[in-house]
Every structure is written in C-alpha cells, then in structure tokens.
C-alpha cells in the first residue's frame, strides 16, 4: 500500500476517510472482548494507514491485530463517515501476503485447505467422507484427546453432518411441479462449496423453495467456490480466479440465487475484486434468497409452525448486504410463528469463515456471549441465514448443554408437502 505523489492509492486513501471518532468502538466484538485500542477499527485503520506511510519497521508486527479481526463489517454499519473497512482490510492483507507472506505451517494449511480442498468440490466431498470415517472409527476422538487439535476449536468442531453423502444437484434446469402456478421467470442457484457436502439438504431446500413459489431455476455444472475464504486470508489472486469462473458459469443468468451470506456478500462485490465490467455485471444480478423472494412476493404459504423463533442476521448479510428487513418480513409471513426479539441481533456470533480455526479463543469468547443474548429470548430455535454462523451457533448450543435447534430461514419458508 506504498504511497505515491502521482497516482493515489485508492487502499490508503479510504484510511484518510476515518476522523478517529471512535464511534465504531463499541459495535466491534473484538474491542469489547479484549479492550485494546490496537483490536479496535479505529485502531487497525491507524496501523494500516501506518504501514502505508512507511511508518511500520516490520509488518508482521501488525499482522497479528489484523489476523484478529473477524472481517464482521459491524464497524461499516457504526460508522458516521462512511469508511470502508472491509475494502480497506481486505486489500492490506493481500498485500501484506504478497509483500511478506505469512510463513509456517499454519500457513500452509490454510493456503492448501481453501485453494487445494474447499475450491474444489471433489476433494472438499473426499475430505468429508474422511471425516466421517475418522469420525466412525474413532480417530477423531483420539485426535480430540491427543490434543493434536486445539481442545476449543475440538469442541467446536461440528460432527460431520448426515448430508455429506448425498449426491449434488443436478445441474441444469429445473421447472416447477404440476400444479405450481409458473412465474414465467427464472433464476439460477448458486449452490457453494461447503454448502454442498455439508448443507446439500439446505440447497436442496432452497430450490424446492423456488419452485414451490413458481420460478424455473437453473443450476450451472461449472459453477464452484465464491472465493469469500481466500479474500479473507488475503489470497486475493487465487479468489480472483474463482471468482472470474463464477462470471463465466453464471454469463447467461438475470438473477443468481445465494442462500450463504457469506458467498452473497463476496460475490456482490465482484465488481471490486475482478475490477472489471464482468465483475460488476454479475454482482449486479445478486440476491440473498431472502431478498429475492420477499421483493417477489410468496406464491405458495409457509407451512405452520406454532414456535418462537429468533432470528439473529449473519454479519454479511446485514452489515455486508444490508439485508435486514427482508428475512423478517418472510418469517412474519410463517402461520403460527411467532418471531421474538434478542438484544444484538447484528453482533458476529465467531464463526467468519474460519476464523473460529484460526483463533478459536477468541471466537469461543465472542459465540458464548451470542449465544447468551441469544437465549435470553427462550426461542425454541434461532433462525439464521449462512452455514457458518449455523455451525458456530449449534455448536454453542451443544457445548452448552442446550438443545435449541438452529435452522436455516429457507427451512420455515417452505409450504406443506
Ligand atoms: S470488521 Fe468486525 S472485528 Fe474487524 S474491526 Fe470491524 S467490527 Fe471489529
Ligand atoms: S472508522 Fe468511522 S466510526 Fe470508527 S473511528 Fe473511524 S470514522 Fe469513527
């Protein structure tokens, strides 16, 4: 991010955009867990801005303030002047990778997981069946007690879910039932990585969804990972290049379904990434499945559900996409349901990707106090609406000793078989 007199550096610029009012303070959860000005936004924009006026000896001094920052964006909805932090973070840590990457084997792992494994559907489906396998055997009991994985993120470690085994979508277009009044519209699903081989009965419900309400939906074979990972972890090049296959797989689609706020929220911002009129053009036609169907209207009614329910926003959902309102108007249109309140909706429950891997503390420390807030509405389940934040959240649960459900919003938007 070095300067320069003759053309000014966009990154470095936005950093000049925050006044250090320190509005932001308290929407950050990292600041409100370990209370140093360093964990803050304020004060990661000042060590940013620091490292682009040459005034940082050494960058990984300061990488170990940015590594702990969950990307949650809160501080974007906080701020009075409109600085984009996001953007900001995001491409000081590319090119803090690029200038001096991060060394070591956690490094390694984490490059050869997201680019060799999750953006690759095949492998990422193998390395679930191993999972599975460790999991039936019992060596993924001896590793929990070996301690050859960190004991918080052991204990948020999810067991592998039943929907691993279930064959993808078929790619290609579906049509509505008989009976199902057409719309005469269709969409196209972006259906993820993780999302398949650990969510497949999610997107399987979320096309049933879109049928059930009338849209033909067409599902792209070339389609893969969003890339979201590897933006995070500063791997801006190698998301570049999924990013640019999402273009091409999704060129002849009007509208492309998400039902991953995370993968929504980094594929809006395409047109940043690519920094192309291809990019642009696809973030364009990106809706959250949420926003998508209370803009259109539900043809087909939920089916009845006599519960309460919280609905807690994923942070790049509200903060990153602005989607707030849309996921509470469609669970109002639920029969029976009745939807209460909790105190901090749009706090980040720790899970952002796989910060809660990487800094499993932190994230355990910042999901228990979600989930707190969480509980105090006595929900007989929470409502969400990105895998992360589902696994965080029932992890949770779990380690503590509640049985509370959490469901995914297109599950209760669905009518009677
Ligand atoms: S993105 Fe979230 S964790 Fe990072 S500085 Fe902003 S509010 Fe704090
Ligand atoms: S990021 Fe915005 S809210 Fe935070 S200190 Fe800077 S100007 Fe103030």
Known sequence: MARSSEVPDPTYARTLDCVHCGLCLPACPTHRVLGVEADSPRGRIYLMRALAEGRVEDPNAIRPFLDRCLDCRACETACPSGVRYGEILEDVRSRLQQQSPARGLRAWLVRTLLWHVVARQRRLRAAFWLLRAAEITGLRWLATRLRLVPPTAAALAPKTPPARARRPIPPGR???PPGVARRGRAVALFTGCVMEPMFGEI??????????????????????????LLVHA???????????ANVRAFADAEIVISNSAGCGCAMKEYGHLLGDEGGASFASKCR???????????????????ARVVYDDPCHLCHGQGVRREPRELLAAVPGLELVAHERPEDCCGSAGIYNLLQSELA??????KLEAILAGRPDAIVTANPGCMLQLDSHARASGHSVPVVHLVELLLPSE
């Open 174 to 176: 579906h049509s509505p």
């Open 203 to 228: 997107n399987r419900k979320t096309l049933r969804l879109l049928l059930a309400n009338g849209f033909d939906v067409d599902v792209p074979a070339t389609q893969g990972c969003c890339g979201a």
């Open 234 to 244: 500063g791997h801006a090049g190698l998301a570049r290049r999924l990013a640019a």
């Open 288 to 306: 959250d499945i949420s926003e998508f169907l209370a803009a259109e209207g539900l043809s087909a009614t939920p089916a009845a559900r006599v």
């Open 364 to 369: 355990s420390e910042i999901g228990r106090r």
